[in-house]
């Protein structure tokens, strides 16, 4: 286990690497509890680096021999890896380790799933494989021979000699450790091929466990329309024989990028209509497709250190969202991403966790795949794609794939190439990597003589280590609207630099409406005084869709913020802007489905915040309960009108039309269930043929109160099932009356199937718990105390999803006085663990602050 007394790593300390490799060649003979690596590693001085010292990352590795130049050494071995005499000279490292995967529960390393043998080696996984320069900006080329009796074994390249009980595979892209990948067991295959746009022929499978065979064919379609789509529009072609992908029960994340090889958490790629919701199918064909544009974007141009993490996750998270706006419905996209961005990045910026794009010190960067460096480095590169334009942008890219291929780069070399190709300075765009924080836009308006003048202030508050921030380059993208509602500006994109700036639009006939900040056009909060009855103008005109949205948005959280500071009854125009945007017709349905979703519990929560308010999670979940059954009574007709309307017939089908269809019907069936006693949801139910339908019939009689029959009924059906029963476990928790949470939770993880060793069992559970506020954060602080109970025992087995789930206590400091006590107390409680792993001691310390 990692101790906590992890040293804090700072990019400005960064140095080049004393030594370069220039192949490396691995033999694995795998046992569960010995397997032996073996490997002969072609090292030189690298005539860029300042000094000679040889050093190799290892950790938990018991080392059996060593030799350099066939003459064996006696090196000098610490926790964190060795030191040896070497050759100031080319020279050819040998050694032989030993290590015990099926021991392995941190599932980082080499590990075992099921019975099958599987890698994670970003970021530093590769160290607890063998003795290794394990930084990104070592790159190599790597031959690999792995030996068992099990029928598939996989590493990253092409395949080279097989035969009983070995196989061989040859990568000729040199690639960091962090890319390595090695797969053995017993699993069948989905075949299918590739032609690239310059005729290569591509052998594709995803790799499953038996019984599994029926759930690839999606993930499959999604992987050759990403890669048809990087050809398409990057220009960018696949370069090897083989692509693999292999499904993982056992997994800390989504999925992983190895070359040729990416490992997938099986709940990111297995899809049937049966065992998986329209949301299910969607999240495969984005991670599929995030997955392998990261072979240009990440393994063909890596990253020169992990303080550099945006410059693949960033980017590549920005092209899987191209993708998906392409495959499906762009505005539906951009709305959905911008309440994910809302939920998870803007509460990290808000909190003790904030940290910029590219953070300047961690002791464990596992504690750095974070919303912040993933989500607001793809808005980053989103707005630099609006300020240098479609062409530009366009421009840069292939120059950023010509000048960089093979090598290890920075965000100035990224910067650079724009620069270089656009000839625009980026000085003061820089800052969006390095300032922390989510800046607030406050914007006046004034109106005389046909001139409308917007002038616009940012502030950016301060966030730990940074109290100071400089204004940063804001693209606003503005239009205005008419008295009737017809543009009379179509969208202009305002550059804002300063701290505080006026721009003004002549020539108007009349004062307008201004539709600021379309498209969400850059990652900030935007202030504007205004009042509901022009929040209801913009939601019922406003050309730009996520602008459209975004008025209905602002529209709820002041309605249902009065509800909570005021005690008003939800507001009836309100609910007439609602019933107009539901009729709409021309509004395509994932939209008004969009519309009818209340503003989260967190985001009021966050809200009252803002308003110098502490909030009390109890009555926030009360006001959105009222305003929901405020719905089902005014909308009723409408609604019940909408469900039958946009039923979808015939056979499932999980592309964008049929899912919009599904995602109005059962927004709706949500609502009427408050009102019917569950007698439509059971209907649902009973007829359901796809998961979509029957997981929110199943939701819908929660709500209703009449779920218990049918929870039965669907552990019964689905028990043998572990992705659907993550869904079973969430769904009782996330529906639990808030004083029931906490008791919920408990009594599932006394369930035969909960497991702590899962972690997607673990989050399906305490992530619910941390994901319905009103139980989590209960009075009584039992939520606090379960969570930290198990986050404690889960600790010592798993010490990466430990941490990530911390993040649930982050915003701490919005509650109460005996709130927060509580919620110290406990984190307190978790830092005192003897042994606390590294990952969750420096989670702990800085929500703590
Ligand atoms: N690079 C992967 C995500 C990933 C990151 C870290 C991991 O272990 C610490 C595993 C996967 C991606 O962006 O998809
Ligand atoms: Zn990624």
């Known amino acids: 286990m990692k101790d906590t007394t992890g040293a804090t790593i700072y990019l400005k300390d960064y140095t080049p690497p004393a030594y370069l490799v220039d192949d490396v060649h691995l033999t694995f003979a795998l046992a569960p509890e010995a397997t032996r690596v073996r490997s002969t590693i072609r090292f030189r001085p690298n005539p860029e680096a300042a000094g000679r010292d040889f050093f190799l990352h290892g950790e938990e590795l018991t080392l059996i021999s060593a030799s350099i130049d066939g003459t064996p050494v006696t090196p000098e071995v610490t926790p964190e890896g060795l030191t040896c005499a070497v050759p100031d000279a080319p020279f050819t490292w040998e050694s032989e380790v030993e290590i015990a995967p099926a021991r392995n529960t941190a599932l980082e390393g080499l590990y075992m799933s099921n019975g099958m043998y599987c890698t994670q080696c970003e970021a530093e996984g590769f160290r607890k494989i063998t003795y290794y320069p394990d930084r990104p900006d070592v790159m190599a080329t790597f031959t690999v021979r792995v030996e068992s009796d099990l029928p598939v074994m996989l590493s990253n390249g092409n395949p080279g000699d097989s035969g009983p009980g070995f196989a061989e595979w040859h990568d000729p892209w040199p690639k960091p450790a962090y890319l390595f990948a090695l797969v053995a067991g017993e699993l069948v295959n989905h075949p299918d091929r590739f032609t690239t746009a310059s005729g290569k022929e591509v052998e594709l499978n995803i790799w499953v466990r038996p019984g599994d065979e029926d759930k690839c064919a999606f993930g499959m379609d999604a992987l050759k329309r990403s890669m048809k789509w990087d050809e398409d529009v990057y220009g960018r072609e696949y370069d090897l024989d083989i692509f693999n992908i292999v499904a993982v029960d056992d997994f800390n994340m989504g999925a992983m990028e190895n070359k040729g090889l990416n490992v997938f958490n099986s709940s990111c790629v297995l899809a049937s209509p049966e065992t998986s919701t329209d949301m299910n199918f969607e999240r495969i064909e984005a991670i599929i497709a995030h997955e392998y544009f990261h072979n240009w974007t990440g393994n063909r141009i890596t990253c020169r250190d992990w303080f550099q993490l945006c410059l693949k996750e960033g980017l590549t998270v920005f092209r899987d969202s191209q993708f998906t706006a392409d495959m499906r419905s762009e505005p539906v996209k951009r709305i959905t991403d911008v309440i994910a961005l809302r939920a998870r990045q803007f509460r990290e910026d808000n909190g003790p966790l904030a940290h910029p794009v590219r953070p300047e010190s961690f002791q464990e960067i596992n504690n750095f795949y974070t919303a912040t460096v993933y989500e607001k480095g793809a808005e980053v590169i989103g707005m630099l794609k609006r300020l240098v334009g479609d062409e530009g942008y366009a421009t840069a890219l292939d120059l950023y794939f010509e000048r960089h291929d093979g090598q290890a780069c920075t965000i100035e070399d990224w910067l650079k190439v724009f ?428 929500i703590l602050g």
């Open 419 to 846: 620069e270089d190709s656009t000839g625009r300075d980026l000085t003061q765009f820089k800052r969006w990597y390095s300032q922390a924080g989510t800046p607030r836009l406050k914007v006046d308006e004034s109106y005389a003589d046909g001139t409308l003048t917007l002038t616009f202030t940012q502030e950016t508050p301060p966030t730990p280590g940074q109290p100071d921030k400089l204004a940063q380059v804001i693209p606003v993208a503005v239009g205005l609207l008419g008295p009737n509602g017809d543009e009379v500006q179509p969208t202009t994109l305002l550059e804002v630099t300063e701290a505080e700036q006026s721009f003004t639009f002549t020539g108007l006939a009349a004062k307008p409406v201004p539709s600021i900040l379309r498209g969400f056009s850059a990652p900030v909060i935007l202030q504007r005084e205004t009042d509901n009855a022009e929040r209801a103008f913009l939601l019922a005109n406003d050309t730009d869709a996520f602008n459209k949205w975004e008025a209905g948005r602002a529209l709820a959280r002041d309605v249902l913020l009065r509800m909570l500071n005021e005690g008003t009854r939800p507001d009836p125009a309100f609910l007439g802007a609602l019933s107009s945007a539901l009729a709409d017709d021309s509004l395509d349905p994932a939209f008004r489905a969009l519309v009818l979703a209340l503003p989260s519990e967190d985001d009021l929560a966050q809200a009252q915040v803002d308003a110098g308010r502490v909030p009390d999670p109890q009555a926030i979940h009360e006001a959105r309960q009222r305003m929901f059954d405020a719905m089902a009574d005014t909308l009723h007709d409408q609604l019940a009108e909408a469900y039958e309307v946009y039923q979808v017939p015939g056979d499932y089908t999980p592309g964008a039309q049929h899912t919009a269809a599904r995602a109005l019907t059962n927004v709706a069936l949500s609502l009427l269930s408050r009102r019917d006693g569950g007698k439509l949801a059971q209907a649902q139910y009973d007829s359901a043929d796809n998961m979509t339908q029957q997981l929110s019939a199943l939701s819908s009689l929660l709500i209703a109160g009449a779920g218990d029959a049918a929870l039965a009924a669907f552990e019964q059906q689905w028990k043998h099932d572990r992705l659907v029963m993550d869904k079973w476990f969430s769904l009782q928790i996330t529906h639990a009356k808030p004083a029931e949470v906490a008791e919920v939770t408990d009594r599932l993880t006394q369930h035969p199937d909960f497991s702590m060793k899962n972690p997607n069992r673990f989050r399906a559970v305490f992530g619910a718990l941390a994901m319905t506020p009103a139980g989590f954060h209960h009075a009584s602080g039992a939520g606090y105390r379960l969570m930290a109970d198990w986050l404690i025992q889960l600790d010592a087995l798993n010490p990466q999803t430990t941490a990530r789930m911390c993040s649930a206590f982050e915003t701490w400091r919005r509650y109460d006085a005996d709130r927060q006590q509580m919620i110290t107390d406990e984190l307190r409680r978790i830092a005192a663990r003897p042994g606390l792993s590294r990952d969750t001691g420096e989670m702990v310390g800085r």
